[in-house]
Protein backbone atom coordinates (compact mmCIF):
# COMPACT_ATOMS: atom_id res chain seq x y z
CA UNK A 1 0.00 0.00 0.00
CA UNK A 2 1.26 3.32 -0.81
CA UNK A 3 4.18 4.99 1.83
CA UNK A 4 1.65 8.44 1.39
CA UNK A 5 -1.44 6.72 3.59
CA UNK A 6 -1.50 7.84 7.57
CA UNK A 7 -2.19 5.11 10.11
CA UNK A 8 -4.38 5.56 13.35
CA UNK A 9 -3.39 4.26 16.56
CA UNK A 10 -4.99 1.05 16.17
CA UNK A 11 -2.80 0.29 12.89
CA UNK A 12 -1.65 -2.96 14.81
CA UNK A 13 -4.53 -4.30 16.38
CA UNK A 14 -6.37 -4.56 13.58
CA UNK A 15 -3.40 -6.16 11.46
CA UNK A 16 -3.99 -8.80 14.65
CA UNK A 17 -7.60 -8.94 14.22
CA UNK A 18 -7.34 -10.21 10.46
CA UNK A 19 -8.19 -6.87 9.19
CA UNK A 20 -8.90 -6.12 5.78
CA UNK A 21 -7.00 -3.16 5.27
CA UNK A 22 -7.63 -0.34 2.40
CA UNK A 23 -6.92 3.17 1.83
CA UNK A 24 -9.56 5.59 2.73
CA UNK A 25 -9.46 9.12 2.72
CA UNK A 26 -5.65 9.14 3.01
CA UNK A 27 -5.54 6.85 5.71
CA UNK A 28 -5.08 2.87 5.89
CA UNK A 29 -8.12 1.19 7.46
CA UNK A 30 -10.04 -1.70 8.13
CA UNK A 31 -12.95 -2.17 5.06
CA UNK A 32 -13.89 -5.09 7.64
CA UNK A 33 -12.74 -8.25 9.25
CA UNK A 34 -14.96 -11.30 9.20
CA UNK A 35 -17.30 -9.85 6.91
CA UNK A 36 -19.26 -7.18 5.63
CA UNK A 37 -22.59 -8.85 6.28
CA UNK A 38 -22.17 -9.99 9.74
CA UNK A 39 -20.42 -7.01 11.00
CA UNK A 40 -23.39 -5.05 10.02
CA UNK A 41 -25.78 -7.42 11.62
CA UNK A 42 -24.22 -7.39 14.88
CA UNK A 43 -24.29 -3.82 14.96
CA UNK A 44 -28.03 -3.85 14.33
CA UNK A 45 -28.56 -6.82 17.20
CA UNK A 46 -25.52 -6.93 19.69
CA UNK A 47 -22.66 -4.52 19.10
CA UNK A 48 -20.07 -3.46 16.98
CA UNK A 49 -16.65 -1.50 17.35
CA UNK A 50 -14.81 0.99 15.16
CA UNK A 51 -12.18 2.37 14.78
CA UNK A 52 -12.68 5.80 13.51
CA UNK A 53 -9.49 7.28 14.67
CA UNK A 54 -8.92 8.83 11.16
CA UNK A 55 -11.48 11.49 11.69
CA UNK A 56 -9.98 14.85 13.03
CA UNK A 57 -10.74 17.35 15.70
CA UNK A 58 -10.08 20.74 16.70
CA UNK A 59 -10.69 22.82 19.90
CA UNK A 60 -12.20 26.58 19.00
CA UNK A 61 -11.43 28.36 22.31
CA UNK A 62 -11.61 32.15 23.53
CA UNK A 63 -13.97 34.67 24.55
CA UNK A 64 -15.39 35.20 20.72
CA UNK A 65 -15.84 31.44 20.36
CA UNK A 66 -19.59 31.11 20.29
CA UNK A 67 -20.21 33.81 18.07
CA UNK A 68 -17.85 32.84 16.04
CA UNK A 69 -18.86 29.44 15.35
CA UNK A 70 -22.53 30.98 14.90
CA UNK A 71 -21.11 33.34 12.34
CA UNK A 72 -19.73 29.92 10.32
CA UNK A 73 -21.59 27.24 10.61
CA UNK A 74 -25.35 26.85 9.99
CA UNK A 75 -26.71 25.74 12.98
CA UNK A 76 -27.35 27.55 16.07
CA UNK A 77 -24.08 27.22 18.09
CA UNK A 78 -24.54 29.58 21.01
CA UNK A 79 -27.21 27.71 22.48
CA UNK A 80 -25.55 24.44 22.54
CA UNK A 81 -25.33 24.01 26.74
CA UNK A 82 -22.33 22.70 27.98
CA UNK A 83 -22.04 18.77 27.96
CA UNK A 84 -23.89 18.91 24.90
CA UNK A 85 -23.20 18.49 20.90
CA UNK A 86 -24.68 19.85 18.22
CA UNK A 87 -24.41 18.84 14.37
CA UNK A 88 -24.18 21.15 11.70
CA UNK A 89 -22.71 22.39 8.18
CA UNK A 90 -19.90 24.20 7.60
CA UNK A 91 -21.09 26.07 4.34
CA UNK A 92 -19.14 28.26 1.69
CA UNK A 93 -21.02 31.70 0.59
CA UNK A 94 -22.48 29.81 -2.14
CA UNK A 95 -24.37 27.14 -0.13
CA UNK A 96 -22.22 24.40 -1.24
CA UNK A 97 -20.79 22.36 2.21
CA UNK A 98 -17.11 22.84 3.18
CA UNK A 99 -17.89 19.62 5.63
CA UNK A 100 -20.22 18.12 7.92
CA UNK A 101 -19.09 18.40 11.69
CA UNK A 102 -20.28 17.85 15.04
CA UNK A 103 -19.48 20.56 17.64
CA UNK A 104 -19.36 19.43 21.53
CA UNK A 105 -19.25 22.46 23.94
CA UNK A 106 -16.50 21.54 26.55
CA UNK A 107 -17.14 25.24 28.03
CA UNK A 108 -18.51 28.67 27.93
CA UNK A 109 -15.85 29.49 25.89
CA UNK A 110 -14.16 26.14 24.56
CA UNK A 111 -15.46 23.87 21.70
CA UNK A 112 -14.16 20.43 19.95
CA UNK A 113 -15.07 19.58 17.00
CA UNK A 114 -15.19 16.58 15.15
CA UNK A 115 -13.94 16.85 11.33
CA UNK A 116 -13.93 14.40 8.73
CA UNK A 117 -10.83 12.84 7.88
CA UNK A 118 -10.42 14.22 4.26
CA UNK A 119 -11.21 17.18 5.21
CA UNK A 120 -9.45 18.23 8.19
CA UNK A 121 -6.52 20.30 7.18
CA UNK A 122 -8.81 22.14 4.23
CA UNK A 123 -11.51 22.87 7.53
CA UNK A 124 -9.01 24.26 10.19
CA UNK A 125 -7.36 26.56 7.34
CA UNK A 126 -10.92 27.58 6.58
CA UNK A 127 -11.71 28.20 10.11
CA UNK A 128 -8.70 30.66 10.23
CA UNK A 129 -9.38 32.05 7.64
CA UNK A 130 -12.97 33.36 9.00
CA UNK A 131 -11.09 34.59 12.50
CA UNK A 132 -10.49 38.14 11.64
CA UNK A 133 -10.93 40.18 14.68
CA UNK A 134 -12.49 37.12 16.94
CA UNK A 135 -11.02 36.58 20.04
CA UNK A 136 -10.63 32.97 19.05
CA UNK A 137 -8.11 30.64 19.02
CA UNK A 138 -8.29 27.55 16.57
CA UNK A 139 -5.91 24.35 17.21
CA UNK A 140 -5.53 21.32 15.48
CA UNK A 141 -5.56 18.48 17.73
CA UNK A 142 -6.07 15.80 15.03
CA UNK A 143 -2.84 13.79 16.03
CA UNK A 144 -3.84 13.78 19.68
CA UNK A 145 -7.02 12.22 19.63
CA UNK A 146 -7.98 8.99 18.99
CA UNK A 147 -11.86 7.82 18.22
CA UNK A 148 -14.05 4.69 18.84
CA UNK A 149 -17.73 3.73 18.01
CA UNK A 150 -19.16 1.52 20.04
CA UNK A 151 -22.34 1.13 18.39
CA UNK A 152 -25.25 -1.25 18.92
CA UNK A 153 -28.05 -2.41 21.35
CA UNK A 154 -25.17 -3.86 23.79
CA UNK A 155 -23.28 -0.81 23.80
CA UNK A 156 -24.43 0.51 26.84
CA UNK A 157 -23.94 -3.17 28.56
CA UNK A 158 -20.43 -3.05 27.82
CA UNK A 159 -19.23 0.18 28.32
CA UNK A 160 -20.83 0.18 31.76
CA UNK A 161 -18.32 -2.37 32.48
CA UNK A 162 -15.22 -0.46 31.90
CA UNK A 163 -16.49 3.19 33.16
CA UNK A 164 -17.78 4.49 36.47
CA UNK A 165 -20.44 7.12 35.21
CA UNK A 166 -24.12 6.51 34.54
CA UNK A 167 -24.59 5.88 31.13
CA UNK A 168 -28.27 5.92 31.24
CA UNK A 169 -27.98 9.71 31.96
CA UNK A 170 -26.00 10.41 29.08
CA UNK A 171 -28.77 11.65 26.78
CA UNK A 172 -28.73 11.73 23.01
CA UNK A 173 -25.99 14.35 21.40
CA UNK A 174 -24.87 14.61 25.67
CA UNK A 175 -21.27 13.48 26.34
CA UNK A 176 -19.54 13.30 29.76
CA UNK A 177 -15.46 13.63 30.26
CA UNK A 178 -14.40 10.56 32.36
CA UNK A 179 -12.11 7.40 32.32
CA UNK A 180 -12.44 4.64 30.19
CA UNK A 181 -10.60 1.72 31.13
CA UNK A 182 -8.48 3.00 33.88
CA UNK A 183 -7.70 5.65 30.55
CA UNK A 184 -8.69 9.24 32.04
CA UNK A 185 -9.52 12.21 29.90
CA UNK A 186 -11.76 10.25 27.61
CA UNK A 187 -14.79 12.14 26.22
CA UNK A 188 -17.93 9.56 26.24
CA UNK A 189 -20.94 10.80 23.79
CA UNK A 190 -23.81 9.45 22.90
CA UNK A 191 -23.85 9.84 19.01
CA UNK A 192 -23.32 7.21 16.15
CA UNK A 193 -23.31 7.36 12.51
CA UNK A 194 -24.74 3.80 11.95
CA UNK A 195 -28.88 4.09 13.06
CA UNK A 196 -28.02 1.90 16.08
CA UNK A 197 -27.88 3.09 19.77
CA UNK A 198 -24.49 3.32 21.11
CA UNK A 199 -21.54 5.98 21.94
CA UNK A 200 -18.62 7.44 20.14
CA UNK A 201 -15.47 7.33 22.68
CA UNK A 202 -12.91 9.97 21.82
CA UNK A 203 -9.56 9.57 23.77
CA UNK A 204 -5.72 9.84 24.14
CA UNK A 205 -3.91 8.62 20.84
CA UNK A 206 -1.47 7.13 22.79
CA UNK A 207 -4.58 4.75 24.93
CA UNK A 208 -6.12 4.44 22.27
CA UNK A 209 -5.18 0.24 21.86
CA UNK A 210 -5.67 -0.21 25.19
CA UNK A 211 -9.27 0.98 25.37
CA UNK A 212 -9.79 -1.01 22.17
CA UNK A 213 -8.64 -4.20 23.81
CA UNK A 214 -10.68 -3.50 26.70
CA UNK A 215 -13.91 -3.01 25.07
CA UNK A 216 -13.43 -5.88 22.72
CA UNK A 217 -12.66 -8.45 26.08
CA UNK A 218 -15.90 -6.99 27.76
CA UNK A 219 -17.83 -6.95 24.60
CA UNK A 220 -17.24 -10.59 23.38
CA UNK A 221 -19.71 -12.08 25.89
CA UNK A 222 -22.78 -9.32 24.17
CA UNK A 223 -21.61 -10.94 20.60
CA UNK A 224 -19.37 -7.59 19.75
CA UNK A 225 -17.65 -8.11 16.48
CA UNK A 226 -14.92 -5.69 15.32
CA UNK A 227 -16.73 -3.74 12.51
CA UNK A 228 -14.74 -1.67 9.74
CA UNK A 229 -16.03 0.71 7.16
CA UNK A 230 -17.58 -1.61 4.75
CA UNK A 231 -20.33 -1.88 7.38
CA UNK A 232 -20.16 1.43 8.52
CA UNK A 233 -21.04 2.91 5.34
CA UNK A 234 -24.03 0.38 4.80
CA UNK A 235 -25.49 1.13 8.21
CA UNK A 236 -25.03 4.64 7.57
CA UNK A 237 -26.72 4.56 4.48
CA UNK A 238 -29.98 2.65 5.79
CA UNK A 239 -30.19 5.46 8.63
CA UNK A 240 -30.04 8.14 5.86
CA UNK A 241 -26.90 9.79 7.26
CA UNK A 242 -24.87 11.83 4.41
CA UNK A 243 -21.44 11.08 3.49
CA UNK A 244 -19.35 13.95 2.98
CA UNK A 245 -18.36 13.73 -0.71
CA UNK A 246 -21.81 11.82 -1.80
CA UNK A 247 -25.04 13.33 -0.50
CA UNK A 248 -22.91 16.41 0.30
CA UNK A 249 -20.07 18.17 -1.47
CA UNK A 250 -18.90 21.57 -2.47
CA UNK A 251 -21.86 21.92 -5.26
CA UNK A 252 -24.44 19.84 -2.88
CA UNK A 253 -25.80 22.12 -0.85
CA UNK A 254 -27.31 21.37 3.01
CA UNK A 255 -31.02 22.17 1.39
CA UNK A 256 -30.49 19.80 -1.42
CA UNK A 257 -29.20 17.08 0.73
CA UNK A 258 -32.64 17.24 2.98
CA UNK A 259 -30.34 18.95 5.32
CA UNK A 260 -32.82 22.24 6.01
CA UNK A 261 -33.32 21.16 9.79
CA UNK A 262 -29.60 21.90 10.46
CA UNK A 263 -29.68 25.58 8.50
CA UNK A 264 -31.39 28.16 10.96
CA UNK A 265 -32.24 31.14 9.13
CA UNK A 266 -32.94 32.89 12.69
CA UNK A 267 -29.49 33.12 12.67
CA UNK A 268 -29.34 37.01 11.47
CA UNK A 269 -26.05 36.40 9.72
CA UNK A 270 -23.55 33.15 8.89
CA UNK A 271 -21.36 32.12 5.50
CA UNK A 272 -24.02 30.86 3.06
CA UNK A 273 -27.03 32.26 4.44
CA UNK A 274 -27.95 34.70 1.62
CA UNK A 275 -27.12 31.88 -0.80
CA UNK A 276 -29.09 29.09 1.25
CA UNK A 277 -32.50 31.46 1.85
CA UNK A 278 -32.84 31.69 -1.82
CA UNK A 279 -32.65 27.68 -2.61
CA UNK A 280 -34.65 27.29 0.67
CA UNK A 281 -37.55 29.69 -0.54
CA UNK A 282 -37.49 29.28 -4.25
CA UNK A 283 -37.33 25.89 -6.82
CA UNK A 284 -34.27 24.00 -6.10
CA UNK A 285 -32.61 22.16 -9.34
CA UNK A 286 -31.97 18.98 -7.80
CA UNK A 287 -32.55 17.14 -4.52
CA UNK A 288 -30.90 14.13 -2.96
CA UNK A 289 -33.37 11.09 -2.49
CA UNK A 290 -33.23 7.84 -0.87
CA UNK A 291 -34.12 4.74 -2.55
CA UNK A 292 -34.60 0.86 -2.73
CA UNK A 293 -34.55 -1.43 -5.61
CA UNK A 294 -36.97 -4.52 -5.73
CA UNK A 295 -33.68 -5.94 -7.45
CA UNK A 296 -30.56 -8.04 -6.49
CA UNK A 297 -28.56 -5.06 -8.75
CA UNK A 298 -27.16 -2.73 -6.58
CA UNK A 299 -26.86 0.80 -8.09
CA UNK A 300 -23.66 2.04 -7.40
CA UNK A 301 -22.19 5.63 -7.26
CA UNK A 302 -22.40 6.31 -10.90
CA UNK A 303 -25.24 5.37 -12.05
CA UNK A 304 -27.69 7.34 -14.16
CA UNK A 305 -31.45 7.77 -13.16
CA UNK A 306 -33.58 8.30 -16.24
CA UNK A 307 -37.03 9.48 -16.22
CA UNK A 308 -38.05 7.49 -19.69
CA UNK A 309 -34.97 8.00 -22.20
CA UNK A 310 -33.82 11.42 -20.12
CA UNK A 311 -31.12 11.11 -17.41
CA UNK A 312 -32.48 13.09 -15.14
CA UNK A 313 -29.78 12.08 -12.14
CA UNK A 314 -27.30 10.02 -10.25
CA UNK A 315 -26.98 7.88 -7.64
CA UNK A 316 -24.39 9.23 -5.11
CA UNK A 317 -24.03 5.97 -2.45
CA UNK A 318 -25.56 2.46 -3.14
CA UNK A 319 -25.19 -0.48 -1.38
CA UNK A 320 -26.62 -3.74 -0.44
CA UNK A 321 -29.16 -3.28 3.31
CA UNK A 322 -28.83 -6.36 4.90
CA UNK A 323 -31.53 -5.48 6.73
CA UNK A 324 -34.11 -5.19 4.10
CA UNK A 325 -32.41 -8.11 1.83
CA UNK A 326 -32.31 -5.53 -1.46
CA UNK A 327 -30.44 -2.66 -2.41
CA UNK A 328 -30.74 0.98 -1.14
CA UNK A 329 -28.58 3.84 -2.07
CA UNK A 330 -29.02 7.40 -2.45
CA UNK A 331 -29.41 10.07 -5.79
CA UNK A 332 -29.42 13.74 -6.65
CA UNK A 333 -32.34 13.87 -9.12
CA UNK A 334 -33.78 17.44 -10.78
CA UNK A 335 -36.80 18.44 -9.18
CA UNK A 336 -39.17 18.53 -12.25
CA UNK A 337 -37.91 14.48 -12.75
CA UNK A 338 -39.08 13.68 -8.79
CA UNK A 339 -42.39 15.81 -9.00
CA UNK A 340 -43.24 13.42 -12.30
CA UNK A 341 -42.15 10.27 -10.48
CA UNK A 342 -41.70 7.09 -13.11
CA UNK A 343 -37.89 7.22 -12.58
CA UNK A 344 -35.56 4.12 -13.26
CA UNK A 345 -32.01 3.31 -12.54
CA UNK A 346 -29.83 1.43 -15.47
CA UNK A 347 -27.56 -0.80 -13.81
CA UNK A 348 -25.66 -2.78 -17.10
CA UNK A 349 -28.61 -2.14 -19.45
CA UNK A 350 -31.26 -3.23 -17.03
CA UNK A 351 -33.79 -0.60 -16.13
CA UNK A 352 -34.81 -0.82 -12.90
CA UNK A 353 -37.57 1.26 -11.35
CA UNK A 354 -36.61 3.43 -8.17
CA UNK A 355 -38.64 3.33 -5.45
CA UNK A 356 -38.39 6.37 -3.27
CA UNK A 357 -38.51 6.55 0.13
CA UNK A 358 -39.51 9.70 2.27
CA UNK A 359 -38.23 7.85 5.53
CA UNK A 360 -35.00 6.46 6.09
CA UNK A 361 -34.60 2.47 6.10
CA UNK A 362 -33.90 2.64 10.27
CA UNK A 363 -34.53 5.23 12.52
CA UNK B 1 -7.43 -20.40 1.73
CA UNK B 2 -8.39 -23.92 1.10
CA UNK B 3 -6.02 -25.57 -1.17
CA UNK B 4 -6.45 -25.78 -5.39
CA UNK B 5 -8.93 -28.72 -6.47
CA UNK B 6 -5.97 -30.46 -9.04
CA UNK B 7 -8.64 -31.77 -11.13
CA UNK B 8 -10.04 -28.34 -12.30
CA UNK B 9 -8.31 -25.79 -14.86
CA UNK B 10 -8.59 -22.18 -13.67
CA UNK B 11 -7.72 -18.27 -15.44
CA UNK B 12 -5.53 -15.48 -14.70
CA UNK B 13 -9.18 -14.13 -14.36
CA UNK B 14 -10.38 -16.65 -11.34
CA UNK B 15 -12.54 -18.63 -12.67
CA UNK B 16 -12.30 -23.02 -12.23
CA UNK B 17 -13.38 -24.87 -14.80
CA UNK B 18 -14.02 -28.59 -14.71
CA UNK B 19 -14.30 -31.17 -18.06
CA UNK B 20 -17.15 -33.41 -17.39
CA UNK B 21 -17.36 -36.81 -19.59
CA UNK B 22 -20.00 -35.82 -21.55
CA UNK B 23 -18.08 -32.86 -23.29
CA UNK B 24 -19.53 -30.44 -21.06
CA UNK B 25 -17.74 -28.27 -18.50
CA UNK B 26 -18.75 -26.99 -15.31
CA UNK B 27 -17.46 -23.00 -14.19
CA UNK B 28 -17.29 -21.23 -11.38
CA UNK B 29 -15.22 -19.02 -9.71
CA UNK B 30 -12.28 -19.33 -7.10
CA UNK B 31 -11.85 -19.48 -3.63
CA UNK B 32 -9.64 -16.09 -4.14
CA UNK B 33 -11.95 -14.56 -6.31
CA UNK B 34 -14.89 -14.79 -3.40
CA UNK B 35 -12.02 -13.96 -0.79
CA UNK B 36 -11.29 -10.95 -2.40
CA UNK B 37 -14.83 -10.23 -3.55
CA UNK B 38 -16.35 -10.19 -0.09
CA UNK B 39 -19.81 -11.25 0.85
CA UNK B 40 -22.17 -11.84 -2.41
CA UNK B 41 -25.36 -10.73 -2.89
CA UNK B 42 -26.11 -11.50 -6.35
CA UNK B 43 -25.24 -13.39 -9.32
CA UNK B 44 -26.35 -12.67 -12.40
CA UNK B 45 -26.14 -15.57 -14.27
CA UNK B 46 -27.34 -15.87 -18.47
CA UNK B 47 -29.96 -18.52 -19.86
CA UNK B 48 -29.34 -21.66 -21.57
CA UNK B 49 -29.05 -21.41 -24.55
CA UNK B 50 -27.16 -18.69 -24.27
CA UNK B 51 -23.63 -18.56 -26.37
CA UNK B 52 -20.61 -17.09 -25.71
CA UNK B 53 -17.22 -16.63 -27.25
CA UNK B 54 -13.91 -17.45 -25.55
CA UNK B 55 -13.41 -14.54 -22.95
CA UNK B 56 -16.92 -12.72 -22.92
CA UNK B 57 -18.99 -11.63 -19.99
CA UNK B 58 -21.46 -14.33 -19.26
CA UNK B 59 -22.56 -12.53 -15.70
CA UNK B 60 -21.80 -10.31 -12.56
CA UNK B 61 -21.13 -10.94 -9.39
CA UNK B 62 -22.04 -8.71 -7.05
CA UNK B 63 -20.71 -8.40 -3.67
CA UNK B 64 -21.53 -5.46 -1.17
CA UNK B 65 -18.08 -3.93 -2.45
CA UNK B 66 -18.53 -4.10 -6.09
CA UNK B 67 -20.09 -5.87 -8.99
CA UNK B 68 -17.34 -7.71 -10.64
CA UNK B 69 -17.88 -9.24 -14.51
CA UNK B 70 -17.59 -13.46 -14.89
CA UNK B 71 -15.68 -13.94 -17.76
CA UNK B 72 -15.93 -17.38 -19.71
CA UNK B 73 -12.82 -19.04 -20.13
CA UNK B 74 -13.82 -21.38 -23.54
CA UNK B 75 -16.39 -20.76 -26.22
CA UNK B 76 -19.51 -22.72 -26.27
CA UNK B 77 -23.33 -22.48 -25.55
CA UNK B 78 -24.81 -22.73 -22.14
CA UNK B 79 -26.41 -26.13 -21.35
CA UNK B 80 -27.33 -25.16 -17.58
CA UNK B 81 -27.32 -22.67 -14.51
CA UNK B 82 -27.13 -23.05 -10.87
CA UNK B 83 -30.61 -21.85 -9.78
CA UNK B 84 -29.34 -22.17 -5.96
CA UNK B 85 -27.20 -19.10 -5.90
CA UNK B 86 -30.09 -17.21 -6.79
CA UNK B 87 -31.79 -18.22 -3.31
CA UNK B 88 -28.64 -18.32 -1.70
CA UNK B 89 -25.51 -16.29 -3.76
CA UNK B 90 -23.34 -16.46 -0.18
CA UNK B 91 -23.05 -20.11 -1.57
CA UNK B 92 -19.92 -18.78 -3.48
CA UNK B 93 -18.60 -17.85 -0.29
CA UNK B 94 -18.77 -20.56 1.85
CA UNK B 95 -18.61 -23.74 -1.20
CA UNK B 96 -16.84 -21.95 -4.59
CA UNK B 97 -15.54 -25.14 -5.82
CA UNK B 98 -19.01 -27.26 -5.29
CA UNK B 99 -22.18 -26.05 -4.18
CA UNK B 100 -21.61 -22.52 -6.11
CA UNK B 101 -20.83 -23.76 -9.68
CA UNK B 102 -22.36 -21.56 -11.50
CA UNK B 103 -22.35 -22.43 -15.05
CA UNK B 104 -22.69 -25.50 -17.49
CA UNK B 105 -21.29 -24.99 -21.06
CA UNK B 106 -20.80 -27.07 -24.24
CA UNK B 107 -17.87 -26.36 -25.74
CA UNK B 108 -17.33 -25.74 -28.88
CA UNK B 109 -14.21 -27.06 -29.41
CA UNK B 110 -13.37 -29.41 -26.25
CA UNK B 111 -9.52 -29.30 -26.96
CA UNK B 112 -10.22 -25.42 -25.50
CA UNK B 113 -9.88 -26.65 -21.93
CA UNK B 114 -6.36 -27.62 -22.12
CA UNK B 115 -5.38 -24.07 -22.95
CA UNK B 116 -6.15 -23.05 -19.55
CA UNK B 117 -4.01 -22.97 -16.36
CA UNK B 118 -3.27 -26.20 -14.51
CA UNK B 119 -3.78 -25.61 -10.55
CA UNK B 120 0.12 -25.02 -10.36
CA UNK B 121 0.38 -22.60 -12.44
CA UNK B 122 -2.74 -20.77 -11.26
CA UNK B 123 -1.18 -20.99 -7.77
CA UNK B 124 2.35 -18.82 -9.15
CA UNK B 125 -0.53 -15.90 -9.87
CA UNK B 126 -1.76 -15.79 -6.77
Partial sequence: ?????????????????????????????????????EEHLAVRRTAGLFDVSHMGECRVTGKDAAVFLDRVMTNTMATIP?????????????????????????????????LNASNAPKDIAWLRAQVGSSQVKIADECAQWGQL????????????SLTSVKLDSIKRFAFVVTTVANVSECI????????????????????????AEAILAAGKPHGLLLTGLGARDSLRLEAGYPLYGHEISEVISPIQAGLGWTVKFSKPEFIGREALKKQADGALPSSVVLFSLADRRIARQGTAVFAGDTKVGEVLSGTHSPLLNKPIGTALISSDALAKGNLTVDIRGNRIPLEISAEPFVK | MSSLPSDLRY???????????????????????????????????????ATFAEHAVFGTVESVKAASDLYCPVAGTIVGVNAELNGSPDLVNREPYTGAWMIRIKLDNSAAAQALLTADQYKQLL
Avoid at chain 1, 6 to 27: D, E, I, K, Q
Avoid at chain 1, 109 to 114: A, K, N, S, W
Avoid at chain 1, 149 to 160: N, R, T
Avoid at chain 1, 198 to 208: D, N, V
Wanted: include cysteine.
Fill in chain 2, 11 to 49: TKDHEWLRLENDGTATIGITDHAQAALGDVTFVDLPKVG
Fill in chain 1, 149 to 160: ALQGPAAEAILS
Fill in chain 1, 82 to 114: VGMARYTILCQPDGGCVDDLIVYRLGPEEFLIC
Fill in chain 1, 188 to 211: ISRTGYTGSPGFEIYLPAASATKV
Fill in chain 1, 1 to 37: MSENLSRTPLYAFHVANGARMVPFAGWEMPVQYTGIL
